[in-house]
């Protein structure tokens, strides 16, 4: 019976697949955007140029730090923009005057005039204030004056940065902000590096609107305040050479068949003294130039090896590491801190950072680590369909229990964050619902940053505005989502941007995570497309998700708008293509091959070729000579293929000629004999 029951079952599912029985679903009522009424601002207002022309100057201090002068210069540039009105900038040893924007520390802060809370803004934070005809843009001396002069821009006038290739500048010949303003901001990370798609966060403005101070090197240089460096990488190679192994095998982990193991993926045996000193001088060496990095990177390498020597065994069960999937973090934290004490010994200030990842994951239950390391943690299977806080996944469940046992041992922590599919960035990642409350969650356990591994070379699946969503919740974890869309979406999307909005709500908040068949479904950056965690619709759904991006694509607004519109919908496509449903419907089917085909031209015209990591789409040309489009999108790649076979332009830029295959049977048996 059992035996007859399964054949059925699995005959349904192929009838399914190939698009003989439909899903049905109860058809869901079409959303109707709501009407926006605009909403007057009747606050008095201070006017700052008036038709092109104004009495106010730009006054700076004549002892003004480099980025204080940067400051000033981006105002008065921004305000000549705007409104084609040059404000003179002048220095503090100018007589003052009644009209004045004050940029940054001055001779006119005081008892009698104003004061800046500098103690309290530390590098970042600023304070926006009107006193008199005056306005007063100051914050700490690194970076907090310039990160005022754009929040003043975005806040008052209008301007936005949403990536380096889309700012908004108004053009008024009238300037004019409210006649009392009293701002006061600091960040809640005092480390953001949010950038999802680099190729979109170039520029030092973009970074500084968006208030990026670590990892960029357009804000590096004093000018711009310079960048927060908080190092922590896969490294062992530059402490523990492979050149040493033939000498010193027991200076390397011994893997649990009895082996030592060096090379990429190999890590050290970290009770081991000599290894010890080798990190110390490491540090030291660091330490003693003239100018000290302001951290260095002790991190393991890329691999789950834990050293299975019988003292690092010894050190995982004395910690109660023993058994879990990072046994390693006893033995590093232990190492840390004798590298910390050294460094103590002379004198340094210098940081380590190292991260809780895969040999290391697991906190130790006994030994604390030094204040001097910052724990970068890096839950790479954490789910992205709940908020890590209460999420019931195994994997996130997990996760949260490490996160708890590092924070009782250590004080200073950056996540290190998931934000798309590594090896698929086409598909869609709807995160939004997650993404604020874990923001919270983090900052709440006493983060310090957040770094985000996104490295896509393509703006797939919003990335360009999940990028921008970070930047600003990095600032202030509590602020509110629907403002933060109402800002982003009709710029980038246009006027259909309501219809993406509801995209953004129902993927994230409806579809994504849910349960199915009793079973709660999760996702994490690595999930393919037929993972029910990641998106699961019944044909309803599937029809009201559809009407969603016709909607908004009959509503593209400009070019480039209407662009980016096709570039967000395309990873809607490819999750249809990759499930076979709409239509894509039908393993036979002439209208999925054409709608493959379709596709794939698009994909190529709006020159998002790249599908991950390292690999391109095939091109239309060999897709078109060897069938390929009769596969699904996952496996339209040279990486997936090998170029062995089909040919073209391999990830390292060789040339492989035709390939092996000559037609599409030929193809397969080559894919799978590879």
Same mark, same amino acid.
């Given at each position: 019976?059992?035996k007859?029951?399964?054949?059925?079952?699995?005959?349904?599912?192929?009838?399914?697949?190939?698009?003989?029985?439909?899903?049905?679903?109860?058809?869901?009522?079409?959303?109707?955007? @709501? @009407?926006?009424?605009?909403?007057?601002?009747a606050?008095?207002?201070?006017?700052?140029? #008036?038709?092109?022309?104004?009495?106010?100057?730009?006054?700076?201090?004549?002892?003004a730090?480099?980025s204080?002068?940067?400051?000033? #210069?981006?105002?008065?540039?921004?305000?000549?923009r705007?409104?084609?009105c040059?404000?003179?900038?002048?220095?503090?040893?100018?007589?003052? /005057?009644?009209? #004045?924007?004050?940029v940054g520390?001055?001779?006119?802060?005081?008892?009698?005039?104003?004061?800046?809370?500098?103690?309290?803004?530390g590098?970042? %934070?600023?304070?926006?204030?009107?006193?008199?005809?005056?306005?007063?843009?100051?914050?700490?001396? $690194?970076?907090?004056t310039?990160?005022?002069?754009?929040?003043?821009l975005? $806040?008052?006038?209008?301007?936005? &940065?949403?990536?380096s290739?889309?700012?908004?500048?108004?053009?008024?010949?009238?300037?004019a902000?409210?006649? *009392?303003?009293?701002?006061?901001?600091?960040?809640?990370?005092a480390?953001r590096n949010?950038?999802?798609?680099?190729?979109?966060?170039? +520029?030092?403005d973009?970074?500084?609107?968006?208030?990026?101070?670590? %990892?960029?090197?357009?804000?590096?240089?004093?000018e711009?305040?310079g960048?927060?460096?908080?190092?922590?990488?896969?490294?062992?190679?530059?402490?523990l050479k492979?050149e040493?192994?033939?000498?010193h095998? /027991?200076?390397?982990?011994?893997?649990k068949? %009895?082996?030592?193991?060096?090379?990429?993926?190999?890590?050290p045996?970290?009770?081991?003294?000599e290894?010890?000193?080798? !990190?110390?001088?490491?540090?030291l060496?660091?330490?003693?130039?003239?100018?000290?990095?302001?951290?260095?990177?002790?991190?393991?390498?890329?691999?789950?090896l834990?050293c /299975?020597? *019988?003292s690092?065994?010894?050190?995982?069960?004395?910690?109660?590491?023993?058994?879990?999937?990072?046994?390693?973090?006893?033995?590093?934290?232990?190492?840390?801190?004798?590298?910390?004490?050294a460094l103590?010994?002379?004198?340094?200030d210098?940081?380590? +950072?190292t991260?809780?990842?895969?040999?290391?994951?697991d906190?130790?239950?006994h030994?604390?680590?030094?204040?001097?390391?910052?724990? &970068?943690?890096?839950?790479?299977?954490m789910?992205?369909?709940?908020?890590l806080k209460?999420?019931?996944g195994?994997?996130?469940?997990y996760?949260?229990?490490?996160?708890?046992?590092?924070?009782?041992?250590?004080?200073?922590?950056?996540q290190y964050d998931?934000?798309?599919?590594y090896?698929?960035w086409?598909?869609?990642?709807?995160?939004?619902?997650?993404?604020?409350?874990?923001?919270?969650?983090?900052?709440?356990?006493?983060?310090i940053?957040l770094?985000n591994?996104?490295?896509?070379e393509?703006?797939?699946?919003?990335?360009?505005?999940?990028?921008?969503?970070? =930047?600003?919740?990095?600032?202030?974890?509590?602020?509110?989502?629907?403002?933060l869309?109402?800002?982003?979406l009709?710029?980038?999307?246009?006027?259909?941007w /309501?219809y993406?909005?509801?995209?953004?709500?129902?993927?994230?908040?409806?579809?994504t995570?849910?349960k199915?068949?009793? @079973?709660?479904?999760?996702?994490?950056?690595?999930q393919?497309a037929?993972?029910k965690?990641?998106?699961?619709?019944?044909?309803?759904?599937?029809e009201?998700?559809?009407a969603?991006?016709?909607? =908004?694509?009959a509503?593209?607004?400009?070019?480039?708008?209407?662009?980016?519109?096709?570039?967000?919908?395309?990873?809607?496509?490819?999750?249809?293509?990759?499930?076979? @449903?709409? #239509?894509?419907?039908?393993?036979?089917?002439?209208?999925?091959?054409?709608?493959?085909?379709?596709?794939?031209?698009?994909i190529?015209?709006?020159?998002?070729?790249?599908?991950?990591?390292?690999h391109?789409?095939?091109?239309?040309?060999?897709?078109?000579?060897l069938?390929?489009?009769?596969?699904m999108?996952r !496996?339209?790649?040279?990486?997936?293929?090998?170029?062995?076979?089909?040919g073209?332009?391999?990830?390292?830029?060789?040339?492989?000629?035709?390939?092996?295959?000559?037609?599409?049977?030929?193809?397969? &048996?080559?894919?799978?004999?590879?």
């Amino acid at each position: 019976m059992r035996k007859c029951t399964k054949i059925l079952v699995d005959t349904l599912a192929l009838l399914l697949l190939i698009g003989i029985i439909p899903v049905s679903a109860k058809p869901m009522e079409p959303f109707v955007p @709501k @009407k926006l009424e605009a909403i007057e601002d009747a606050a008095p207002k201070m006017i700052l140029i #008036e038709d092109g022309e104004s009495g106010y100057v730009i006054v700076r201090g004549a002892q003004a730090s480099l980025s204080e002068v940067t400051a000033a #210069e981006k105002l008065s540039e921004y305000l000549e923009r705007i409104s084609g009105c040059a404000l003179p900038i002048v220095t503090d040893e100018a007589p003052a /005057q009644g009209k #004045e924007i004050v940029v940054g520390k001055t001779n006119r802060e005081g008892p009698d005039t104003y004061q800046i809370p500098r103690d309290e803004l530390g590098d970042d %934070g600023f304070i926006l204030r009107t006193t008199g005809e005056s306005v007063i843009i100051a914050g700490g001396e $690194k970076r907090g004056t310039l990160y005022g002069v754009f929040d003043f821009l975005e $806040k008052f006038l209008g301007c936005l &940065w949403l990536t380096s290739e889309v700012t908004v500048v108004p053009e008024a010949k009238t300037v004019a902000v409210p006649a *009392e303003i009293d701002v006061l901001e600091i960040p809640a990370f005092a480390f953001r590096n949010p950038i999802v798609v680099p190729y979109l966060c170039r +520029g030092a403005d973009y970074c500084l609107a968006n208030r990026i101070n670590a %990892g960029t090197g357009q804000v590096a240089g004093e000018e711009y305040g310079g960048v927060m460096n908080l190092n922590a990488g896969h490294n062992v190679g530059s402490v523990l050479k492979d050149e040493y192994f033939g000498e010193h095998p /027991q200076w390397f982990a011994l893997n649990k068949k %009895g082996e030592r193991v060096c090379g990429e993926y190999a890590n050290p045996c970290m009770i081991n003294e000599e290894v010890i000193q080798l !990190y110390i001088a490491y540090a030291l060496e660091y330490a003693a130039m003239e100018t000290p990095p302001a951290c260095i990177s002790m991190a393991l390498n890329d691999t789950d090896l834990c050293c /299975q020597c *019988e003292s690092c065994v010894a050190v995982y069960v004395e910690e109660g590491t023993r058994g879990g999937r990072g046994e390693s973090g006893a033995t590093l934290v232990r190492m840390l801190n004798r590298v910390s004490q050294a460094l103590d010994e002379i004198g340094s200030d210098m940081k380590i +950072g190292t991260l809780a990842y895969a040999a290391s994951m697991d906190a130790p239950k006994h030994t604390k680590l030094s204040d001097r390391v910052v724990v &970068w943690f890096a839950p790479i299977t954490m789910c992205y369909a709940h908020p890590l806080k209460t999420c019931t996944g195994k994997e996130s469940t997990y996760n949260r229990s490490q996160l708890e046992g590092w924070v009782k041992i250590a004080g200073n922590f950056v996540q290190y964050d998931y934000p798309s599919n590594y090896d698929y960035w086409n598909l869609p990642y709807p995160m939004w619902a997650a993404l604020p409350m874990n923001i919270q969650y983090f900052y709440e356990n006493g983060f310090i940053g957040l770094y985000n591994c996104g490295g896509a070379e393509c703006d797939y699946g919003l990335f360009s505005m999940t990028g921008w969503l970070y =930047a600003k919740l990095l600032w202030d974890p509590y602020a509110d989502m629907d403002e933060l869309y109402a800002q982003f979406l009709p710029v980038y999307y246009g006027d259909g941007w /309501q219809y993406v909005r509801e995209y953004i709500r129902i993927a994230g908040e409806e579809l994504t995570g849910r349960k199915v068949w009793g @079973k709660t479904g999760h996702f994490d950056r690595g999930q393919g497309a037929g993972n029910k965690g990641l998106l699961y619709m019944k044909r309803g759904e599937l029809e009201y998700v559809d009407a969603l991006w016709e909607n =908004a694509l009959a509503l593209g607004g400009e070019g480039w708008q209407l662009a980016n519109l096709r570039r967000a919908q395309l990873t809607h496509r490819v999750w249809k293509a990759d499930t076979m @449903k709409g #239509e894509f419907r039908g393993l036979f089917s002439s209208g999925r091959i054409a709608s493959n085909k379709q596709l794939l031209e698009d994909i190529w015209e709006l020159d998002v070729t790249i599908l991950g990591f390292d690999h391109k789409f095939v091109t239309v040309e060999q897709s078109e000579r060897l069938k390929i489009y009769r596969l699904m999108p996952r !496996y339209w790649s040279g990486r997936q293929l090998g170029y062995d076979v089909i040919g073209g332009i391999d990830s390292a830029g060789k040339d492989r000629g035709q390939g092996r295959a000559k037609n599409f049977a030929q193809l397969v &048996w080559g894919w799978i004999m590879d």
